[in-house]
Nanobody
Framework: QVQLVESGGGLVQAGGSLRLSCAVSGRTFSSYVIAWFRQAPGKEREFVARISRAGGSASYADFVKGRFTISRDNAKNTVYLQMNSLKPEDTAVYYC???????????????WGQGTQVTVSS
């Protein structure tokens, strides 16, 4: 069993930055692809970013390209999402998820954190 705990969410002004962390515990952290998803009010949960097992490859949703960066530190069993130039429309609950596969679909992921709230004010 894999457990994930998100942290770093909060309230930030538009244009500001925030760094989310996802701490992963369980067997063989480096075996899992880690992804970030978000769910905003009135919307379906959507893919934000994913990173490969070794951290050498990353993919992003179009709406965050150039603003968000995903990274992982396997020595610390932690994945990060650096969010810059935040917009009010980025307001959502952000979740990290783990799965052996490399996917942008939520249904592909077996393990999920509880989420962390990100609120961006105008």
């Amino acid at each position: 069993q894999v457990q994930l705990v998100e942290s770093g969410g909060g309230l930030v002004q538009a244009g500001g930055s925030l760094r989310l962390s996802c701490a992963v515990s369980g067997r063989t952290f480096s075996s899992y692809v880690i992804a970030w998803f978000r769910q905003a009010p009135g919307k379906e949960r959507e893919f934000v970013a994913r990173i490969s097992r070794a951290g050498g490859s990353a993919s992003y949703a179009d709406f965050v390209k150039g603003r968000f960066t995903i990274s992982r530190d396997n020595a610390k069993n932690t994945v990060y999402l650096q969010m810059n130039s935040l917009k009010p429309e980025d307001t959502a609950v952000y979740y990290c998820a783990a799965d052996p596969s490399y996917s942008s679909q939520a249904r592909s992921y077996d393990y999920w954190g509880q989420g962390t709230q990100v609120t961006v004010s105008s």
